[in-house]
């Protein structure tokens, strides 16, 4: 099954949160924050939203920084993924 986002809506893998500290400290599991780096799956095609035009500026490979709270997690042939605005996206990692 291939996901294929609509709109200005981009589909996110989560990068794999380090359970340890630089200095080797393991972190317990109410410590751990929720991830907000992921990797850019795919990216619908942009066009007119709430009639603005958009143009999509993250491509598949991206790297992100993504809000905290934005978007929708799904579970699709048990691999985790998000589905989130463009606008939810902060930064591109390069």
Do not use: W
Not at 42 to 53: E, H, L, R, S
Not at 55 to 67: K, L
């Amino acid at each position: 099954m291939k996901l294929v986002p609509l709109g200005d809506r981009v589909v996110l893998k989560k990068i794999i949160a380090e359970e340890t500290t630089k200095s080797g400290i393991v972190l317990p599991g109410s410590e751990k924050e929720k991830p907000q780096m992921a990797e850019v799956v795919a990216v619908g095609p942009g066009g007119v939203v709430d009639g603005k035009t958009v143009t999509m500026e993250v491509q598949p490979g991206d790297q992100v920084v993504y809000a905290k709270y934005a978007g929708t997690e799904i579970e699709v042939e048990d691999e985790k993924y998000m589905i989130i605005k463009q606008d939810d996206i902060l930064a591109i990692l390069k």
